[in-house]
């Protein structure tokens, strides 16, 4: 801010220059942390392909590059390539003949509908043949779960990783505003950009939802044991507080940089205790105040759960709010 004597950030420190007021904040205590480098400029990432492509779902596969190899996953693999030589996407391969098309192109039709800076979005698709493709924005650094596990993320400080709950939470305030479920909400499905912004990917099993009503899963169809809500377990009953229970999950991944819930347990035994009182631990130096929203999230009524509306409210004010913690 500034003012006739200034620049400044609380109007007890006033600097002749901003320069000075930077110098000051690099080198003394005074905001949430010490300034260090300057934040690398963003490139803005386009809505569209082209204005050409923005009502064109289907493309031409003859405009894709593919590059290298980012990832195989249960339905195929996804690679960094080009559209039209220049503009670097992520291209997600459906394996010929492991699934229908038509379930392949559901993913695609709820990822199409969504549009959030939190959430990885989609460019087009070529279906018209096998293999069918999937056209996305590409990021840079990976799935959250790798970027949690290496040296690198034993650096991220608890400020930072309530950062990433929050940002995951205001991507998936948006999901339940548009009524739909992920469904396999997980640091695996995180995809981590420049800057230590967040998108949520991988809405591979998420189904759009009428009148919030629970979407009952197909009988046969596997899943993820130690992320799923112990009612969509049991009963096979998915909803948007089905995904809360699994962003509590993905709480712990994140104070434990990255490794597997219920350590030592395996996912039958999980799915055994969570029938009673039992539910995931308190990870080693995770907060009272985190641990306490972690156990909200795993209600035994799933209506007793907090919306992601209000988590990411609460994330979002959490460093303030607990700051003595981090004094
Ligand atoms: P599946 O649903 O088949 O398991 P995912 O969509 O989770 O596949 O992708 C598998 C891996 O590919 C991810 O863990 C990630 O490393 C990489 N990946 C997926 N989508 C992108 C993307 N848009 N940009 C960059 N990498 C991606
Ligand atoms: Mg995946």
């Not at 220049?86 to 990822?111: H, S, Y």
């Not at 505003?177 to 809405?203: E, G, Q, T």
Request: hydrophobic share 40%; glycine share 6%; proline share 5%.
């Amino acid at each position: 801010m500034e003012n006739d004597s200034g620049y400044f950030i609380t109007s007890k420190n006033i600097f002749p220059s901003i320069s000075q007021l930077l110098d000051y904040y690099s080198k003394n205590n005074g905001l949430c942390c010490l300034l260090s480098r300057i934040c690398p400029k963003m490139i803005p990432a386009t809505e569209d392909l082209s204005k050409a492509t923005r009502d064109k779902w289907e493309i031409d596969r003859r405009t894709l590059t593919k590059i290298e190899i980012l990832g195989s996953g249960n339905f195929g693999e996804v690679w960094r390539g080009t559209w039209n030589s220049t503009r670097q996407v992520a291209i997600k391969l459906m394996k010929p003949g492991t699934m229908d098309k038509t379930t392949f192109l559901e993913e695609a039709a709820v990822m199409k509908k969504l549009r959030h800076p939190k959430l990885v979005r989609l460019y087009a698709v070529c279906s018209t043949e096998e293999p069918i493709y999937i056209v996305m924005e590409y990021i840079p650094h990976g799935c959250l779960q790798k970027y949690l596990k290496k040296d690198g993320g034993k650096k991220l400080t608890e400020p930072v990783l309530i950062d990433f709950a929050a940002q995951i939470a205001s991507g998936m305030q948006y999901v339940e505003s548009k009524c739909i479920i992920h469904r396999d909400l997980a640091a695996r499905n995180v995809l981590v950009a420049d800057n230590n912004m967040l998108k949520i990917a991988d809405f591979g099993l998420s189904k759009s939802l009428k009148d919030n009503s629970i979407y009952v899963f197909k009988e046969g169809s596997k899943f993820p044991i130690k992320w799923t809500a112990i009612e969509a377990i049991t009963s096979q009953n998915f909803s948007i507080k089905s995904d809360v229970w699994s962003f509590g999950i993905l709480l712990v991944e994140l104070v434990t940089y990255g490794n597997t819930p219920y350590p030592g347990m395996t996912a039958a035994e999980v799915q055994l205790k969570l029938q009673g009182a039992f539910r995931h631990p308190k990870p080693p130096g995770c907060s009272d105040e985190l641990y306490e929203i972690m156990l909200q999230c795993w209600h035994a009524n799933p209506q007793k759960r907090p919306t992601f509306d209000s988590l990411f409210h609460i994330l979002d004010d959490f460093i303030i709010a607990t700051q003595n913690s981090y004094e």
